[in-house]
């Protein structure tokens, strides 16, 4: 499920212009698609469970 929803958001992440924006861009410069499809969802994972752990709710902060 994690790879099937990394795989809908791609398309309009790497259009952003966020940190998570930046590194996907860049991941999908040296890397296949579908390896960035599954490191998306890796960190996605991490992210949901860093949030849940500290009880925080995520801040997409824009890149300078």
Sequence with gaps: ???QG???ALP???N???RLGVWLRGLLARA???T???ALAAKL???VWALLR???SYQAAAVA
């Design 1 to 3: 499920m994690l790879i």
């Design 45 to 47: 994972a991490r992210i």
């Design 12 to 14: 309009t992440l790497r």
């Design 54 to 56: 500290h009880e925080r």
């Design 32 to 34: 296949h698609p579908n």
């Design 6 to 8: 990394a795989r809908a």
């Design 16 to 18: 952003t212009n966020t």
């Design 36 to 38: 960035a499809v599954v």
